[in-house]
Nanobody
Framework: QVQLVESGGGLVQAGGSLRLSCAAS????????MGWFRQAPGKEREFVAG????????GYADSVKDRFAISKDNAKKTVYLQMNSLKPDDTGVYYC???????????????????WGPGTQVTISS
């Protein structure tokens, strides 16, 4: 099990950038695959980005591809989400998630993840 805490959310104008961080506790962070999800008001939680345990493989939702980048620093026990060219539709609570990883595999569904952070609010104004 790993404890997760997100940070870096805030209010920015459309076209701006934010970098979210997710700090993890526990000794085995390097063995975990990580993901970012988001939930807009009145909508279901959706996959944003995932990364394999070693950071060698990443995957993205079509809606954020070429705008967002996920990265993982095992030494710092932190996963990041760099968000560029932000749009009002990117508004929501962003959650970090973790699960034991396997090779170069990343995971894209809620049910595949075991541990979740409390979330950080991202608001994009038009």
């Amino acid at each position: 099990q790993v404890q997760l805490v997100e940070s870096g959310g805030g209010l920015v104008q459309a076209g701006g950038s934010l970098r979210l961080s997710c700090a993890a506790s526990g000794r085995t962070f390097s063995s975990y695959a990580m993901g970012w999800f988001r939930q807009a008001p009145g909508k279901e939680r959706e996959f944003v980005a995932g990364i394999s345990r070693g950071g060698t493989s990443q995957g993205y939702a079509d809606s954020v591809k070429d705008r967002f980048a996920i990265s993982k620093d095992n030494a710092k026990k932190t996963v990041y989400l760099q968000m560029n060219s932000l749009k009002p539709d990117d508004t929501g609570v962003y959650y970090c998630a973790a699960r034991p990883g396997r090779g170069g595999v990343y995971y894209t569904t809620i049910v595949e993840y075991n541990d979740w952070g409390p979330g950080t609010q991202v608001t994009i104004s038009s």
